[in-house]
């Protein structure tokens, strides 16, 4: 619309357009909203982003410095937050690598084999999403708790699973496995094995055709998957939370960690050590969007979801 | 390399895809494997090629039984319809991959693949191209490359999957020659989908005429465009005019008229004439044994005039071709009779003018099975 339509006052809706004099005003597109229609959108979207996103956001830091930086340092330098730290990069470094083998591994057998009870595999990588995180730990807290025959098993043998690092592994594993998986299925489906086809007819083997052929084909939505894996696994609260047994400087993550500094009052630590937590998600943000950006068209999830 | 295919059979759940389909494919030969979609055409090929495996019956490359080795034993080069190349690789390494991948033993070191690479490109006419990347190529060029790259790994066989069809016409025309100029030059045997029956009919040494699973005809392209030995045949490689007609005493009766055509092979019963509009003969002076219509449409086709008649009592429409100079117009009866035709009566005997040539190929078919 011109200058002047949007200087003039105009009533609300659609009597706008009939009202105008015949100028270039008076059309108005089928797909687009009047001036102040528009504006009312708009202004509702990025209130709610404010209140709900930003302002939040913002607070973490305030508050993180709210005693200025050497008492944010000094937070961070604590032992038992060390120790959260190094636990939490711990439980990524064995949880991402793993759910990136076993997501390669599900999305090559779905999208590239027909097999009976595919659908039923598909079904089942969703489940993590649709369980609740406390019942996926809690699943791990019956299966290798004290009662059951796992558990006294598991012990006398020396091998601890619960209330250790075992046991925030697995939950953590189970918690983010979906995300690779579910990127690279459709991508991989919308790719087909035409390329495959081709590797193999040029006489490569398996293994070949996948290292050459598939991987490159795949690298970036796989990059994309790896990259919210991780943020996820980092992040996760519910399931670790149980499993965990909130052990300081033992089997305490992040974000584990930063609730019990904030039940203790420790306002300045328990934001400090969320400050590590936004900035990972800020970090994550921005791969991810640069990846959107560069390679869109290969990852499945700005395609297809 | 002869390819011979054996009585065989493709079921995909159940769904038959090809029919007992033998055929024997000579080495050094180009062959088009033609029919409409659903054919099967493409489902041969990749049997061939080991991409499928049939349900029943055999393959064999020269004597030996193909039909349990892998693709990779097979060692064929497989055009892909949409070229499948490989996106992350320039076109040398494209070109290069059926040798990079080979076993350590047999594989050329490195600087040959690169050697080999840029002279199967000279072959193709894009020297100079190797570190481009696919989607900086044409269609046309991929289509190139992904030659190249079959060429590259020595084939016993080439295969290619509608080599062209993704291609407009200029282009297609172009590679169309290129490629038989490629085959004349290498030598390989070489089999091709289309369903393009202008290509197979310009392009191959002989053309298989493929229909619902099964082949129809064999031949080179004056066989089955001269001599179709079915009515699918006749419908599917240029035009044709159908005609309801009657055999009785080995004449052709429409109604209660002669058509002046004789089929003395062709039991009593009804049959139905087939003839290529512009292959007719214009009766002008009355008419004692001939088709006779009225004209019912009339439209300009090049350099000629097509006429749609509307023969006998039930105004069946034929459609034959007139000289443009011809004074034929709306309501006009024009009478004619095919030069060349072919009668395929309900039984599936066959007559024409041309029919010895023609019958002694169809029982030949026959006794092969196919």
């Known amino acids: 619309m011109s200058v002047e339509a949007l200087s003039r006052p105009l009533p609300d809706g659609a009597a706008a357009g009939t009202l105008a004099p015949v100028s270039k005003a008076a059309f108005k597109r089928a797909t687009t909203e009047t001036t102040a229609t528009k504006a009312v959108l708009i202004g509702i979207a990025l209130l709610f982003l404010a209140l709900v996103l930003v302002l939040p956001l913002v607070a973490v830091f305030v508050e993180a410095f709210r005693k200025g930086a050497g008492e944010f340092l000094f937070a961070l330098n604590e032992p038992d937050t060390l120790a959260a730290i190094r636990l939490t990069l711990l439980v990524a470094a064995i949880a991402v690598p793993c759910n990136l083998i076993f997501g390669v591994a599900a999305a090559w057998a779905i999208a590239k084999f027909e097999f009976k009870g595919k659908a039923f595999l598909t079904t089942l990588i969703d489940l993590p999403f649709s369980v609740s995180p406390v019942i996926s730990g809690l699943v791990y807290v019956l299966l290798f708790g004290a009662g059951i025959v796992l558990g006294p098993w598991l012990k006398s043998h020396g091998i601890e699973i619960l209330f250790a690092v075992p046991g925030i592994v697995l939950a953590t594993i189970f918690v983010t496995f979906p995300f690779v998986a579910r990127e690279l299925i459709p991508l991989m489906q919308d790719q087909g094995t035409g390329d495959e086809e081709a590797a193999i007819s040029l006489g490569a083997s398996g293994w070949q055709a996948f290292w050459y052929v598939t991987l490159p084909n795949i690298k970036w939505g796989l990059l994309y998957g790896v990259l919210l894996c991780n943020a996820r696994a980092m992040g996760e609260f519910g399931a670790v939370s149980v499993v965990s047994g909130h052990i300081r400087g033992l089997t305490n993550t992040m974000p584990l960690h930063v609730e019990i500094l904030y039940n203790e009052y420790n306002f300045v630590a328990a934001f400090a050590v969320s400050t590590l937590l936004a900035a990972l998600a800020l970090v994550t943000l921005v791969l991810k969007s640069v990846l959107e950006f560069r390679y869109g068209d290969e990852i499945a999830a700005t395609a297809k979801h | ?370």
């Open chain 2, 1 to 370: 390399m002869d390819v011979s295919i054996r009585n065989v059979r493709k079921e995909f759940d159940r769904f038959p895809a090809l029919r007992d389909v033998s055929l024997d494919i000579r080495s050094g030969e180009l062959i088009a494997l033609l029919g409409p979609s659903g054919s099967g055409k493409t489902t041969l090929l990749r049997l061939i090629a080991g991409l499928e495996r049939p349900t029943e019956g055999a393959v064999f490359f020269g004597d030996e039984d193909a039909s349990h080795k892998s693709v990779q034993e097979r060692n064929v080069g497989f055009v892909f319809q949409h070229y499948a190349l490989f996106r992350y690789m320039t076109v040398a390494d494209n070109i290069g991959f059926g040798l990079k991948v080979r076993p350590g033993a047999t594989r050329p070191p490195s600087a040959e693949i690169r050697r080999r690479a840029s002279e199967l490109l000279d072959l193709v006419q894009l020297s100079g191209l190797e570190k481009r990347y696919p989607n900086q190529l044409s269609g046309g060029q991929r289509q190139r490359v992904a030659l190249a790259r079959a060429l590259a790994i020595e084939p016993k066989v080439l295969l290619l999957d509608e080599p062209f069809g993704a291609l407009d016409a200029q282009v297609r025309r172009e590679l169309r020659r290129w490629l038989r100029e490629i085959h004349d030059t290498t030598g390989h045997t070489t089999v091709f989908v289309t369903h393009d029956q202008e290509e197979a009919l310009e392009l191959a040494d002989r053309v298989v005429v493929m229909s619902q699973g099964r082949i129809e005809q064999v031949g080179t392209a004056d066989e089955v465009y001269d001599t179709p030995n079915s009515p699918f045949v006749y419908g599917f490689i240029g035009e044709s005019s159908s005609l309801p007609v009657r055999v009785e005493g080995g004449q052709l009766w429409l109604q209660d008229r002669t058509l002046g055509l004789t089929a003395e092979d062709v039991p009593d019963g009804d049959a139905t004439l087939y003839f290529r509009p512009h292959d007719v003969e214009l009766i002008t002076d009355g008419c004692g044994g001939c088709i006779a219509g009225t004209v019912a449409a009339s439209r300009r086709v090049a350099g000629t005039r097509r006429v749609e008649l509307e023969i006998g009592g039930d105004r069946h429409r034929v459609e034959i071709e007139l000289p443009i100079e011809h004074p034929a117009a709306q309501k006009n009866r024009v009478a004619f009779r095919p030069r060349r035709w072919r009668v395929f009566s309900e039984s599936g005997a066959v007559g024409g003018p041309v029919a010895s040539n023609g019958r002694v190929h169809h029982e030949e078919l026959a006794r092969t099975g196919t």
